[in-house]
């Protein structure tokens, strides 16, 4: 299984609370600075209908809680 690397402050759906695929902090001096998430298609919590990659982005973005 692949993980792709993205920064907490990037709206894309590996940052989004929506985004439902695996995913991981990565931590940088206590503070959250990585998400690693998995690459592959995800259903997406708003639109049930489409299916997301963790690099996508869309007007629905919400960050992820546990990111703060």
């Not at 995913?23 to 998995?38: G, L, Q, S, T």
């Not at 690459?39 to 209908?49: F, H, T």
């Not at 996508?56 to 990111?67: A, E, N, R, T, V």
Request: with cysteine; aromatic share 16%.
């Amino acid at each position: 299984m692949a993980f792709g690397t993205f920064r907490v402050t990037d709206k894309k759906c590996a940052t989004c609370s929506y985004y439902q695929g695996n995913r991981d902090i990565k931590m940088n001096a206590n503070k959250p600075f990585y998400i690693y998430a998995e690459i592959g298609y995800s259903a997406c919590a708003i639109n049930k209908s489409k299916q997301v990659l963790s690099n996508y982005k869309c007007l629905s973005w919400h960050l992820w809680p546990q990111i703060m």
